[in-house]
């Protein structure tokens, strides 16, 4: 098992658990969750994590680092703007993990995800946030960027007076944009198809926000 102190544990998914670095306040550490701490998936899920054990090369952590690698050689360092770095893989004494930076919000406290927003608390509205997709889209359509999986755990929500919401949506997981859901990735290579894909998955995080945030009935 792979067990942290809960005041080192940052955010966990279905396969990985993100924890702060206890060598750097700057960094945070991603973890691959063995096979007994996973959620259970399909068939195709199932396969992959089979191929993964294996293969380390396809687990979650190297494939993000090359998704994000592969970002950064077309973008530079004005990628970090909207997707969090990635440094590189590191072992440490509870095993291999992904370091990267930590992104921090303006009273210098990790930045709470989306998902935080909408299901805990926020000081924002959903205007706001919804605005901040708009300019997060803007940024993936403009680059050209295959980032499907946009959802409300794999964004993080900073103030930023230089956007006229006043937010930033800053990306924490960008593998997805090489490990898609389809078995021949032809959205990711045809522009339209792209471009719908991403402006379906973009409106589908604001509706989920809108709904989340809608003012209770008088």
Excluded at 34 to 42: F, L, S
């Amino acid at each position: 098992m792979l067990t942290f102190p809960p005041d080192r544990v940052l955010a966990q998914g279905a396969n990985r658990i993100c924890v702060r670095d206890p060598a750097s306040d700057g960094h945070c550490l991603k973890y691959e969750l063995p096979p007994q701490q996973r959620t259970r998936v399909g068939a195709r899920q199932r396969l992959r994590r089979w191929f993964a054990r294996r293969i380390p090369a396809l687990g979650e952590n190297r494939t993000e680092l090359r998704a994000w690698r592969g970002l950064h050689a077309r973008l530079g360092d004005a990628l970090a703007d909207f997707v969090a770095p990635c440094e590189g893989i590191v072992e440490t004494p509870q095993g291999t993990a992904l370091r990267c930076a930590l992104v921090r919000d303006a009273q210098g406290l990790p930045a709470r995800n989306l998902y935080a927003h909408l299901f805990e608390s926020t000081p924002y509205t959903a205007a706001r946030l919804c605005a901040a997709v708009d300019a997060f889209e803007a940024w993936l359509l403009h680059h050209g960027i295959p980032l499907f999986d946009l959802n409300s755990g794999n964004v993080v929500v900073i103030e930023d007076a230089g956007q006229p919401c006043g937010l930033r949506l800053v990306c924490v997981d960008v593998k997805s944009i090489l490990d898609g859901r389809e078995i021949v990735p032809v959205s990711r290579w045809v522009p339209w198809l792209r471009a719908r894909k991403l402006r379906r998955r973009a409106e589908r995080l604001r509706a989920r926000i809108r709904s989340q945030l809608a003012a209770p009935p008088a």
